[in-house]
């Protein structure tokens, strides 16, 4: 069993242009979720994506939008880059949905720097 | 709002003695509560969930909803023990997770 991966791990874009994360989940896990970790605070929550859908969602604008395709592989996707946006991005697989029952196995992450 | 509060960003504790990471919640509903651990290099894991009832490393979580707290319990703290504790929390659907600040624990020797 293989666990999470994210590419790549580092990234440095401008401000207004749009970058695409991905991640490859554990095999046979369903369930993605995206997380934005700025420098000295707690992951936050994007949103999470099962069996292709996007199944919950954080407080984050439009902007930020994802994919999930059927060989466990997700894309968080962020248009018009703010720098803001600067901060470790992880993804994070499961089973099924974050119920009690199910845990998260959380990728490395990207960093992500906005200039 | 769902927030989950954690007060110490910092906690330093001597090889052996009691440790105690605090956690405090505010969710309309039934929440589930974890902790999650960081070491250094290391990538964010789960520690222990309130639902298990477990004790994991020697470390235990009493969920209190009446003072809306989980907060984290280990009776002899291990310098292995030094590491990032976040507290985290869930709804009955699970699609939504909250995490908070977290609390970065020394154990000194």
């Known amino acids: 069993e293989t666990g999470v991966t994210q590419s790549p791990t580092h990234l440095i874009k401008t401000r207004g242009q749009q970058v695409t994360l991905r991640c490859s989940s554990q095999s046979g896990h369903n369930t993605v979720s995206w997380y934005q970790q700025a420098l000295g605070q707690g992951p936050q929550f994007i949103f999470q994506?099962?069996?292709?859908?996007?199944?919950g969602r954080g407080n984050f604008p439009p902007r930020f939008s994802g994919l999930q395709f059927p060989n466990y592989s997700s894309e968080l996707n962020v248009n018009a880059l703010e720098l803001d946006d600067s901060a470790l991005y992880l993804c994070a697989s499961s089973p099924y949905p974050t119920r009690q029952q199910e845990t998260q196995y959380f990728g490395p992450g990207t960093r992500l720097l906005v200039l | 709002a769902q927030r989950v509060t954690q007060p110490e960003k910092l906690l330093s504790v001597f090889k052996g003695a009691p440790v105690e990471l605090k956690c405090n919640y505010s969710?309309?509903?039934?929440?589930?509560l974890f902790w999650y651990v960081q070491y250094s290099r290391q990538r964010l894991q789960l520690l222990l969930r309130?639902?298990s009832r477990e004790s994991i490393k020697g470390f235990t979580a009493d969920l209190n909803k009446g003072e809306t707290s989980f907060h984290l319990k280990k009776p002899f703290a291990q310098e292995e023990d030094s590491a990032m504790y976040y507290c985290?929390?869930?709804?009955?659907?699970?699609?939504?997770?909250?995490f908070g600040t977290g609390t970065s624990l020394t154990v000194i020797p």
């Open positions: 969710y309309s509903g039934s929440p589930e």
């Open positions: 985290a929390l869930t709804g009955n659907t699970g699609n939504q997770f909250y």
């Open positions: 309130h639902i």
């Open positions: 994506y099962y069996r292709e859908e996007e199944n």
